[in-house]
């Protein structure tokens, strides 16, 4: 059994990787995305109010926590991003409730909306947002390993084309929930691609946890998992002998992980501390919230324009032709791939899953709600992008 690695061995293996961390490529791929985000972090400050459209901060976070749990309140987003926020931001908050003139609600909004303590929510907000953002390219070279081990500098390539990813930058400026449902999806996908490919069932609570945080975070991150697990988790069972013949602990782990996992979002999105307001917002997100917005027609016509559009604007994240071929390479490679183990076709499952989860989300969102927008295209930006840097690692 491995001895705990000591206060003393994080300290050393800290300092061996500020040594050689900038002496990597992959470094630099991720510094140079950080200045990016960071550049014109500050805009429209100091300022009482944002200028990102839909942003939670720096008025909105604060009362959306108040409002989840509040008896008969709702907010119109789940509270996983607005908590974060409000505990980074802790020690403004407590010194706004320190010299406001009563702990009332009206009399603490009132104090907040002041110039100082709504610049500095924005300003952590951003750099929040900038933080998942970055961590998200971290975590597509991760992907990119997983799925494709044997080629060289797979990792850096898998990285290198979620960071020219023009939204996926913008977003790291703004205060908008699209980049942080981002980054737990794209965790959730990194822990079922380690299960489904390493056969790790203690990947189980990892993608429970991710999920939940996601879905936790914005709504429509359901639509990344709601056709894609079932699917994957089929084909899996159907393309590799593994799963059928430890189906009994799969099985037992998978219910007490769902279990716990329903549990802790039914909790931490309010349906169990405020039942009424939870339906209020449920009435809402299937009303107003989506129907309003839809600019399409509630029909097959309507949908194949939704797609058309998708297809039509994916200039705004890459080239399209050139990406259509590196992801047609790196999907090739990873299809064609060899694989010691018994039931070799089931290198597909992993290999799928971000097709899969681009494929979900476009079918449980964007046809759902008829929505084409750009940031409603970011993950199936950042899921595919990692056949075309695969691609382009082997080209």
Request: aromatic content about 12%.
């Amino acid at each position: 059994m491995t001895a705990p690695e000591t206060r003393e061995g994080r300290v050393a293996r800290a300092g061996r990787w500020l040594r050689e961390a900038p002496r990597t490529p992959l470094f630099w791929v991720l510094f140079g995305a950080t200045v990016l985000r960071l550049v014109g972090i500050d805009w429209g400050l100091p300022a009482s109010d944002g200028w990102d459209d839909d942003g939670v901060a720096p008025r909105d976070f604060l009362v959306g926590v108040y409002q989840t749990f509040a008896p008969g309140e709702h907010y119109t987003y789940p509270p996983v991003h607005l908590l974060i926020l409000a505990v980074c931001t802790a020690p403004v908050w407590l010194v706004g409730a320190l010299f406001a003139p009563s702990t009332h609600p009206s009399a603490l909004i009132a104090h907040f909306i002041h110039v100082p303590y709504m610049t500095a929510f924005a300003v952590v907000a951003r750099l929040v947002s900038c933080v998942m953002s970055v961590w998200t390219i971290r975590i597509a070279g991760l992907l990119g390993r997983e799925l494709a081990p044997k080629v060289p500098r797979v990792e850096l390539y898998c990285a290198l084309a979620a960071a020219v990813n023009i939204p996926l930058t913008y977003y790291g400026h703004t205060t908008n929930l699209d980049g942080p449902y981002l980054f737990w999806g794209s965790l959730a996908l990194l822990a079922l691609v380690r299960l489904v490919g390493n056969r790790d069932l203690g990947q189980w609570r990892r993608l429970a946890l991710a999920m939940v945080c996601a879905v936790g975070t914005k709504d429509q991150a359901y639509a990344m998992f709601l056709l894609s697990l079932p699917v994957a988790l089929a084909l899996w069972a159907l393309l590799d002998p593994w799963p059928r013949q430890n189906a009994r602990a799969l099985a037992i782990t998978a219910a007490k992980t769902a279990g716990t996992s329903l549990g802790a979002l039914l909790l931490v999105d309010g349906a169990l501390t405020n039942p009424s307001g939870f339906r209020e917002r449920v009435r809402f997100l299937l009303g107003p919230a989506s129907q309003a917005h839809a600019f399409y027609t509630n029909d097959w016509a309507g949908r194949r324009q939704v797609l058309y559009d998708i297809v039509r604007q994916w200039d705004r994240f890459y080239p399209a032709l050139p990406f259509l071929a590196a992801l047609t390479l790196g999907l090739a490679v990873l299809l064609t791939r060899s694989d010691e183990r018994p039931g070799a076709r089931s290198r597909w499952v992993p290999a799928l899953l971000p097709a899969l989860f681009a494929l979900s989300f476009t079918v449980a969102f964007n046809l759902t709600a008829r929505r084409s927008e750009t940031r409603f295209v970011l993950p199936q930006s950042v899921f595919l992008s990692l056949y075309a840097g695969i691609g382009a690692a082997v080209a």
